[in-house]
Each structure stands twice: as C-alpha cells, then as structure tokens.
C-alpha cells in the first residue's frame, strides 16, 4: 500500500506548504493574522481532513480510480488556495 501512504504524504506536504507560504507572505508583507490569510489556512486545514478520510474509505469499489480521483481533487483545491495566495 505504498500508494497510499505517497497519497497521504503529497496531501500532507502540499497543504502544509501552502499554509507555510500565507505565513511567508503575510510575514514579508507585514499583515501578519489577517483576516484572509486565516480563512486560507483554515480552508487548507479542512481540505487536509476532508482528502485524508476519502484515502481512508474502505467500502468504494474501484480502490485505484478513487484514489486517482482524491490525487486529482488535491491538484485542484490546491491550485485555488495557491491563487488566493497570490491575492494576498
């Protein structure tokens, strides 16, 4: 079940890294817990919960074309969060 474990690490890694970088952008543009940026974490935070509990559903039929399908979700959350982002 290596595939699943990358899944979970690439869904952990993403986020974290889009969370990483609102703190960047709000530390070097010193908006530091703005309202925006926190709505942007928290967003990233329940994607994280959301994404992990699909990998860990036990009862779909296609195990490998659901997993396909939480690797494609994650690119597209995580391309709006990343443009959010770049609003800040």
């Not at 079940?1 to 890294?17: F, Q, T, W």
């Not at 967003?43 to 997993?67: C, G, P």
């Amino acid at each position: 079940m290596a595939n699943i474990r990358d899944l979970k690490k690439d869904i952990n890694n993403v986020l974290g890294d889009l969370i990483e970088a609102v703190y960047l952008v709000e530390g070097t543009a010193d908006t530091e817990n703005s309202k925006e940026g926190s709505e942007i974490i928290e967003n990233a935070i329940d994607t994280f919960d959301e994404l992990i509990a699909k990998v860990n559903r036990r009862d779909v039929k296609d195990r490998k074309k659901h997993l396909q399908e939480v690797r494609k979700e994650l690119e597209v959350k995580a391309q709006a969060l990343s443009e959010k982002i770049n609003k800040l």
